[in-house]
């Protein structure tokens, strides 16, 4: 009787630290829409200015690491884009970027300095 049980236990066991280990990881997904204040490639960083974002944190300008930073290449000053905020254990990435809108040129561009 014993020595039929403790084998099965022991399979038990191990299910369930499998079942810890293949568990998914606590990942969140936010869509935020926000202005580019700047962008680092290199760094894969970009700086931008983002609206209330339920649940996570309040309007604020801040850094995110840019997950693929080929979206971000073209992005300037003024850009507007929609992403999605993945949180992954505490770490925040942005990803699938889409330029909304274009920054504006200044509508009275500063007169060429003379020499
Ligand atoms: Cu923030």
Do not use: W
């Not at 971000?72 to 942005?94: E, F, H, M, N, P």
Request: charged share 20%.
């Amino acid at each position: 009787m014993h020595k039929s049980s403790k084998p099965f236990f022991l399979g038990l066991l191990l299910a369930c630290c499998l079942a810890v280990a293949c568990a998914p990881k606590d990942v969140k997904h936010y869509p935020i829409e926000a202005k580019v204040i700047s962008v680092d490639l290199p760094s894969k960083r970009i700086v931008v200015e983002h609206g209330d974002i339920p649940g996570l944190m309040p309007a604020m300008t801040m850094g995110y690491t840019l997950a693929v930073p080929k979206e971000a290449q073209g992005l300037s000053l003024g850009d507007k884009i929609s992403a999605d905020l993945v949180v992954t254990d505490g770490l925040a990435r942005l990803e699938k970027i889409t330029l909304l809108e274009k920054a504006k040129p200044l509508p009275n561009p500063a007169p060429p300095a003379k020499p």
